[in-house]
């Protein structure tokens, strides 16, 4: 006779919303095993008894069986006393426990719903919200934990008796599936027309009507609002870019399928199935004819994505004559956060909409859309949102109640709680209140989900960035300490925390602005430390603003600036409103703050190359130089110096700028002009590590400045080729939105040893 026991087992992970309880409720029958489960704030917790044998290969099949959406992080097992005399295995009501689990991203449809989107015999035949156990929306629907229908956006939705027998059936997906629904007793979609009077009418059939008619049409999907536009029909792009003031910034297309894609990109192996998995982000292609779809995007790549919700689906298959390939960007005022409202929409979007397609599920958590590239075969974000946030990011240390404020632009925060970092999705730059308050908002959902309570405060030197106030008032208001970390070694360890090392590393880090330590703008910069120190020993010779901040945006007064600094005629360059102002603020140094920048370097050199004299949205500059390298074309090889000063190995930018404008005068493609730029830093990076990485530490590579991928892949190479271990971000960001996670890191280390930061310059350190 085989000994029959009782345990508890407590799960905790990401096991809500992703059929964890059905899975286990399957798994108990098929090991003739008694007892329940049930949700808990924290996770999952359940009652066994059995046989020893049974009870044994239940907790194997546990940890190595979970359903593909689930993520197991911890089995806590505990026999119990005696037996409980369970007949059978039971689902139980959920339990708030004081603790908390994580929540599951939204879920593109999955082939079994959508194989009944499309059959005429279910009851669920073409209706936009089918779900099951193994896809739907999750983050953007829930407002509470546990994760229940009633802490959902779809608790005013009460089930049919179809739908409610399927959720108590442990033979159906939509067993215990939450957002379970169908057209009986579900959310639905409606058409309105530009000034918002419903249309009669199948709303998907009269949106891609509009579609195929030129129109802009407002499209709800699960984490906001897009404004959509047929692709493929010029005009159309240019009206939407009229009306939504986005003349020159790319945009985002969603495709029918990968076929589609396939169309007009080039798509390898792992862009495929990075592009069809779950979590749908937007990928960053090659177009097949680098200078085809300009309307989209002025260089050779085009974000796409496939659909992601069962209406994006049914508006994309072309059944009443629609596009199969849409423009999709976020339905936004300029600078404010996407749309998420119906009304707000219906308002806002007064004369840039032709028609509305929405529905009345409400979005409780906005959320943009993804951006990545693929690298090495796996994502390299761009923006980390919709499909991956709120999924934590893992560390090696006890982070709990830290709270990482980021910084300004592209700004998101992380909130710790043990060894789980959790990093906000996407939430823009903060200089608006309306930003300012999603901002708040998400910061206080994440809060409140992840039974967070902050114990410690950190965010970065620069006085001025909202981000930084924020912080600031918040410790004022709580009474709890805050810790000021510089925006390099943020970068440096988030990028360290990625890739998860410790001890010390040599960090590359390169971006447009970040305050340093001597109150000048860095962003060009060479360290050495890990968690609780820096060293600052290299960088770039800085470049001279006139005007300061509005050097970032009109940036033929870089061109100048770097010409006039190589001792050149400034003459020689394209005529630029003010010039001779602008000279005698350089030669006065008078509102010419000095920045060692690799952005504002980007920055001046397009100028100098394409004769352009203004930027029209962040990061216009680096992204068209880069587009402008041409593998075809050889690149030139331009000189590569360096000088001491202050202890610091600067580059010398001078013998470089008049070398690229010797080319320019000469008539160079600029193609040429520009791959030997951006050769020649490659070249830098490589002589800087080597002089002054003697000990060969790990190199890690972060700032917006990587996310060039041609710069990217070249350093790699050559310092890779010379023996270094290089680290690339892998999980976040590079640009300033995975930089909270360098906060968060910083301050956890730093936590153990009261608070104190050591940033030193190069004359301090040990090398």
């Not at 003459?571 to 001779?580: F, I, M, V, Y």
Request: with cysteine.
């Amino acid at each position: 006779m085989k000994p029959v026991c009782r345990i508890h087992i407590a799960v905790s992970g990401i096991v809500q919303g992703v059929g964890f309880r059905p899975f286990l409720h399957r798994l108990a029958q098929s090991h003739q095993l008694n007892g329940w489960v049930r949700n808990t704030s924290s996770g999952v917790e359940l009652e066994l008894e059995g046989a020893a044998d049974a009870l044994d290969e239940f907790v194997s099949d546990l940890r190595h069986k979970a359903p593909p959406l689930a993520v197991v992080e911890d089995i806590a097992v505990t026999p119990l006393e005696g037996l409980a005399g369970y007949s059978a295995f039971t689902i139980r009501d959920s339990r708030a426990d004081g603790g908390a689990t994580l929540v599951s991203p939204d879920i593109a449809p999955c082939p079994a719903c959508l194989k009944e989107l499309y059959d005429p015999s279910d009851r669920r035949y073409r209706y936009p919200f089918i779900n099951c156990t193994d896809c739907g929306p999750r983050f953007t629907i829930i407002r509470t934990l546990p994760y229940d229908r009633p802490g959902t956006s779809m608790a005013s939705f009460a089930m049919c008796p179809d739908c409610a027998a399927e959720y108590r059936d442990i033979a159906t997906r939509r067993y215990h599936a939450q957002p379970d629904c169908c057209p009986v007793c579900g959310p639905g979609a409606f058409y309105l027309d530009n000034r918002g009077i419903p249309v009669q009418g199948n709303p998907v059939a009269l949106a891609q009507q509009a579609l195929a008619a030129g129109g802009v049409i407002a499209v709800k999907g699960a984490g906001g609002i897009h404004l959509a536009c047929d692709a493929r029909n010029p005009d159309a792009v240019r009206r939407l870019r009229r009306r939504k003031h986005r003349e020159e910034k790319p945009l985002a297309v969603m495709c029918r399928d990968l076929d589609t894609a396939k169309s007009i990109c080039r798509v390898d192996a792992d862009e495929a199935v990075i592009l069809q998995s779950v979590r749908r982000p937007i990928l960053l292609l090659q177009k097949k004819d680098p200078h085809s779809l300009p309307e989209l995007s002025a260089n050779a790549r085009v974000g796409v994505m496939l659909p992601y919700t069962p209406l994006h689906v049914l508006l994309l298959d072309g059944s009443a004559g629609g596009p199969a390939m849409l423009v999709m960007t976020s339905a936004n005022l300029p600078g404010r956060p996407v749309m998420v409202d119906n009304e707000e929409a219906l308002q806002g979007l007064q004369g840039i909409a032709d028609g509305y397609l929405l529905h009345n599920r409400d979005i409780v958590n906005r959320c943009d859309d993804s951006l990545a590239a693929v690298w090495r075969g796996r994502e390299y974000f761009f923006r980390r949102s919709r499909g991956y946030a709120p999924q934590p990011i893992t560390i090696p240390w006890d982070a709990s109640g830290i709270l990482a404020f980021g910084a300004e632009q592209k700004a998101s925060f992380a909130a710790g709680r043990e060894q789980h970092a959790f990093l906000s999705q996407h939430v823009g730059d903060l200089k608006n209140a309306e930003t300012l308050d999603h901002y708040r908002s998400a910061m206080q959902t994440y809060l409140a989900l992840f039974s967070i309570r902050p114990s410690l405060l950190v965010c970065d030197l620069h006085p001025d960035y909202f981000s930084t106030r924020e912080a600031q008032d918040t410790a004022r208001q709580r009474a709890l300490p805050l810790l000021q970390v510089q925006h390099h070694w943020a970068h440096m360890a988030a990028c360290m925390a990625d890739n998860r090392l410790e001890g010390e590393v040599f960090g590359i880090l390169w971006d447009g602005t970040g305050l340093g330590t001597d109150s000048t703008i860095w962003g060009g910069e060479f360290f050495i430390g890990g968690y609780k120190q820096f060293c600052r020993v290299g960088s770039i010779r800085p470049v001279r603003l006139p005007g300061g901040d509005a050097a970032t945006q009109k940036i033929g007064r870089i061109a100048l600036s770097l010409a006039w600094d190589a001792g050149l005629d400034p003459k020689a360059l394209p005529e630029l409103p003010g010039r001779a102002a602008l000279l005698a603020m350089l030669e006065k140094g008078v509102s010419c703050p000095s920045a060692s920048s690799i952005g504002r370097l980007f920055d001046g050199v397009y100028s100098l190359l394409s004769g352009r004299q203004a930027a029209a949205y962040d990061g216009q500059a680096p992204t068209l130089l880069e587009a402008l390298a041409d593998d075809r074309i050889p690149g030139r090889t331009y000189p590569v110096r360096f000088y001491e000063e202050d202890g610091l190995r600067r580059f010398d930018t001078r013998p470089l700028i008049r070398a690229l404008c010797a080319d320019l005068v000469s008539g160079l493609s600029p193609s040429a002009m520009a791959r030997g730029f951006m050769d020649a830093l490659c070249r830098m990076a490589l002589e800087q590590c080597r002089a002054l990485n003697f000990r060969r530490l790990p190199v890690v590579l972060s700032g917006g400045v990587f996310l060039n991928q041609y710069l990217l892949s070249g350093i790699i190479r050559l310092l890779e080729a010379d023996g270094f271990r290089v680290y690339p971000h892998c999980r976040v960001s590079p640009g300033d939105e995975g930089l909270c996670l360098g906060q968060l890191a910083i301050a956890a280390a730093q936590r153990s040893v009261d608070f104190h930061v050591s940033g030193s310059s190069a004359e301090n350190c040990i090398r």
